[in-house]
């Protein structure tokens, strides 16, 4: 089935150091997003890679990077984690037009020790 | 900026019941997409249900249905015949059609948590 796997499914990380999580798609969709979901918010949209464009939103700290080094995969590198940034981290992937749903990985939790 | 509000932080219905979770939404557009996600305890966020604006008829699917009220920027969700497996996080969203050429994410209400009440 094709379908969107993020890898791991927990990780856990020392405050500062740097971890990466990775997200890769089967589904051949243009466009790859990362969402940072905290416990009881909506989940926020970090930024998006629409082909090899990539598209940050204003809001998302500069801790926050990312890579697609081809069209399956799309990893999300913390820089230096904070205990703030502990949250569940979504991947989701969409065909590139407005009436496209997202579809969505299991999502890493990403605990900061 | 689209804002979408989910007013009911939990639910609670009893099973073979139905129950009608709300969201309202805030824009300034005339054409987007709405949607709502569930999303069970520990598994992927899944798409229940898509609205498409400029469309008068609401959508269905199966025991999903929605009352979209443009006007009033209404977009509820009602579930027919509760069952257990509908237990979940629902989430409400946005997409706005106009902007990043069809690559906007989605803006998400803060999500109501169903209970079913076997």
């Known amino acids: 089935d094709a379908m969107v796997i993020q890898n791991p499914r927990y990780q856990v990380t020392q405050f500062g150091k740097p971890v990466t999580l990775s997200c890769s798609q089967t589904l051949n969709h243009n466009v790859m997003y990362w969402y940072q979901q905290k416990s009881s918010q909506a989940p926020k949209l970090l930024f998006h890679?629409?082909?090899?464009?990539?598209?940050n939103e204003a809001d998302t700290p500069d801790n926050f990077q990312s890579r697609r080094p081809n069209t399956s995969f799309c990893f999300l590198d913390i820089r230096s984690p904070g205990l703030g940034d502990a949250a569940m981290y979504l991947c989701?992937?969409?065909?590139?037009?407005?009436?496209?749903?997202?579809?969505f990985g299991n999502g890493t939790r990403l605990t900061v020790t | 900026a689209q804002t979408v509000t989910q007013s009911q932080p939990e639910m609670s219905v009893q099973e073979a019941e139905t129950v009608t979770l709300s969201c309202t939404y805030d824009?300034?557009?005339?054409?987007?997409?709405l949607f709502w996600y569930k999303q069970p305890p520990s598994r992927q966020m899944i798409l229940v249900i898509r609205q498409e604006a400029y469309k008068q008829q609401n959508a269905t699917e199966n025991r999903f249905s929605v009352n979209f009220q443009k006007a009033a920027k209404s977009f509820s969700l009602k579930i027919s015949d509760s069952q257990l497996g509908d237990a979940a996080m629902y989430f409400c969203a946005y997409r706005s059609v106009f902007g990043g050429g069809g690559a906007d994410g989605l803006t998400f209400g803060k999500g109501t948590h169903l209970i079913i009440q076997p």
């Open positions: 824009t300034s557009e005339s054409d987007y997409y």
């Open positions: 890679y629409y082909d090899k464009d990539f598209n």
């Open positions: 989701a992937t969409s065909r590139g037009r407005s009436n496209s749903p997202l579809h």
